[in-house]
């Protein structure tokens, strides 16, 4: 191990204030969504159905925009888009509060296809930035930002919503990501370096077939099953502990697991060798299938899901890094907007399975339903790549 790869990271120009920039920026990100819903519940009077409905269209509006949004930043670099898309997605944000709820569910789809997708475009800057041999401890330090931020925005954002209200929240998501556009549009951070950039400009425009590849799709897939097994073991752990009537140790459980996530992050970032992606996927969804015996007490939950959630962030580094790796130049925001995209996936698909299971079965049964979906996805991945392997044999 070696401490002086982070060192050597951050002593690159810009990536040090390119990645702290983007966690501040991408803060509001992680309580939009329950935001809007306590909004639709509290303000506007109207059902959790109608509160899952505004949280799908603002899923769907992220799904669809950030594969777009990164095409457009290849085309016509980051600085237009940021200025049409801060806009527009500013406007959204502000007008919320004043309009009735059909109209608020078409805004808040239009709020998540316009929003600059703060984590693919973080994952651009440090391809452009960071040399190959260090991109490693570059993504792993990403995304134990990423995940501080869950830790932090969720309980900082309730207690302002209690103070005040989620229209009040709103409102301020809106200026909050509004300065956020201003800032990225005046800093104008390359997302390719000026290698790269030459050869993308006398290259001709690849086609979708020329980097779409099996070993790509195996890559989403793989990613997409790590948020499968990550949104629904939160959703089982709540479960669990509600049936438990141990609700009140969520946070305690969720602070920990968090905790062991950022740390499995830190060591994964500066070992000489680390696992593989799909070793780490499959190991961490494997990981969680006895937790389902560990459902009695709230504490023997929480050390029972240490394990699997010190896998969390070293998986979410490995595919960042296997993306950057795949993403031709040219075409790099878009496949890195179908990263987010396929993220996105493996979140909507596993609440309602998950959800079943639990519903159906039991609680604990949850944990082994959301092991077994990123599994499912793990294995469609590795016939794809078995597919390209025997292709090319």
């Known amino acids: 191990m070696s401490f002086r790869r ?3 990271v951050l ?3 810009r990536v040090m204030s390119a990645t702290l920039f983007m966690f501040v920026a991408g803060l509001p990100l992680t309580i939009m969504t329950l935001t809007l819903s306590l909004h639709v519940l509290n303000e506007m009077g109207r059902s959790y159905f109608d509160a ?4 799908t269209a603002t899923a769907l509006g992220f799904a669809v925009g950030s594969p777009l949004l990164g095409r457009m930043m290849d085309r016509h670099g980051l600085r237009p888009v940021v200025a049409v898309c801060g806009t527009v997605s500013t406007a959204a944000w502000v007008m919320l509060p004043l309009v009735d709820f059909t109209l608020f569910v078409a805004l808040a789809f239009a709020a998540g296809m316009f929003t600059v997708p703060t984590g693919s475009l973080s994952r651009q800057f440090i391809a452009s ?3 190959e041999d260090y991109r490693r401890p570059a993504y792993s ?3 134990m930002l990423m995940e501080l931020s869950f830790v932090i925005t969720p309980a900082v954002g309730i207690l302002l919503i209690t103070q005040y209200s989620a229209t009040s929240m709103l409102v301020g998501i809106g200026v909050w990501r509004a300065l956020s556009y201003v800032a990225l549009y005046l800093l104008n951070w390359p997302i390719r370096n000026p290698h790269e950039a030459v050869a993308a400009d006398e290259s001709v425009k690849l086609k979708w077939r020329e980097w779409l590849s099996a070993r790509l799709i195996g890559v989403l897939l793989v990613s997409s099953g790590a948020l499968f097994v990550l949104f629904g073991t939160e959703l089982a752990l709540i479960a669990v502990l509600r049936e438990n009537g141990e609700i009140a140790f969520t946070g305690y459980v969720i602070a920990a697991t968090s905790i062991a996530s950022i740390a499995g992050g830190f060591v ?12 780490l996927a499959v190991t961490m969804s494997v990981l969680l299938l006895p937790v389902a015996f560990f ?3 709230w504490w023997w939950l929480l050390l029972a899901l240490l394990p699997t959630n010190l896998l969390c962030t070293p998986t979410l580094a490995a595919s960042s890094e296997a993306v950057a790796e795949l993403a031709p130049p040219s075409v790099r925001g878009q496949v890195m907007g179908l990263q987010d995209s396929a993220n996105r996936m493996g979140q909507t ?3 309602p399975l998950v959800g079943f299971a639990i519903d159906n079965v039991s609680p604990s049964m949850g944990f082994v339903a959301a092991a077994c979906g990123g599994l499912v996805l793990i294995g469609i991945a590795t016939l794809c790549s078995v597919r390209q392997a025997s292709a090319h044999a």
């Not at 994964?268 to 070793?279: A, E, F, P, Q």
């Open 52 to 55: 899952g409905l505004v949280g």
């Open 6 to 8: 982070y060192q050597k």
């Open 141 to 143: 330090l990403n995304t």
């Open 129 to 131: 930035l960071v040399p």
């Open 349 to 351: 698909l596993s609440m």
């Open 268 to 279: 994964h970032g500066i070992v000489h060798r680390s696992w593989s992606l799909t070793r």
């Open 11 to 13: 002593g690159i120009p």
């Open 295 to 297: 459902d009695h007490v």
